[in-house]
């Protein structure tokens, strides 16, 4: 599975945008990228997925480069309980144990007031 | 809104006790996980399950272990608790074609 690099913290002031990025250069035709997000010691909660086009839902938006090398993630207007940390995770498809998620380091943002 | 709940929320208990991490979902969802995680540390799958009667070792290695005999329920079994066992364990489901999981609040095992 391709691995991922995440930035280990970030800052943002509440009410602007956040913008996480990922790279993920390894990364093959089949996979896709998910985020995640952990709010302080509670379990994970799926945000967002894509393939290769850009995706939004009512959480985020998922941008996507051209040669699916990286992508970030971003949170239109955050804030403070957006404090959470972050983990994009690239897998192969669906079923069996290429379904399972490895969770990385994901990068720790802080949104200050 | 997922359903996935996890009991206890907290457990202290003392070196060589026996224990049971409950965890159940109302989803229908034939995947089910377990997952171990040090404060502030990653986490890391320890079992998995696709269904009924189906479980699997994970990517860490664990001295616990699961069974799965229902759908809706998937416990996880230490037989002598050690202070090395100290941890969060969190719980998860998902669709069987489908990567995206439902995480419970987690259990926070504490062992003295």
């Known amino acids: 599975d391709a691995k991922t690099t995440q930035p280990t913290s970030m800052d943002c002031a509440e009410g602007r945008a956040a913008n996480l990025p990922c790279n993920h250069s390894t990364i093959s035709g089949n996979e896709y990228v998910y985020w995640y997000r952990q709010i302080h010691s509670q379990g994970p909660q799926y945000i967002i997925h894509?393939?290769?086009n850009n995706e939004t839902n009512e959480m985020a938006s998922l941008i996507i480069t051209e040669d699916r090398k990286s992508s970030t993630l971003i949170l239109p207007h955050a804030t403070l309980r957006d404090t959470a940390v972050y983990y994009c995770?690239?897998?192969?498809?669906?079923?069996?144990?290429?379904?399972?998620?490895?969770f990385g380091k994901g990068t720790k943002l802080s949104v200050k007031p | 809104e997922a359903d996935i709940y996890q009991t206890p929320r907290y457990l202290v208990i003392g070196t060589g006790k026996k224990i049971t991490l409950e965890c159940s979902q109302t989803m229908g969802h034939d995947k089910m996980y377990w997952y171990q995680q040090d404060p502030g540390m990653e986490l890391h799958l320890i079992h998995y399950s696709y269904g009924v009667n189906s479980t699997e070792k994970g990517d860490l290695s664990s001295e616990s272990t699961v069974s799965r005999i229902r759908t809706e329920h998937f416990p996880l079994t230490l037989e002598s608790a050690r202070p090395s066992h100290t941890s969060q364990y969190l719980c998860?489901?998902?669709?069987?074609?489908?990567?995206?999981?439902?995480f419970g609040p987690g259990t926070r095992l504490t062992v003295t």
């Open positions: 998860a489901s998902s669709e069987p074609d489908r990567v995206e999981q439902y």
């Open positions: 995770i690239v897998r192969r498809g669906y079923g069996g144990s290429q379904g399972n998620l490895i």
């Open positions: 894509g393939l290769k």
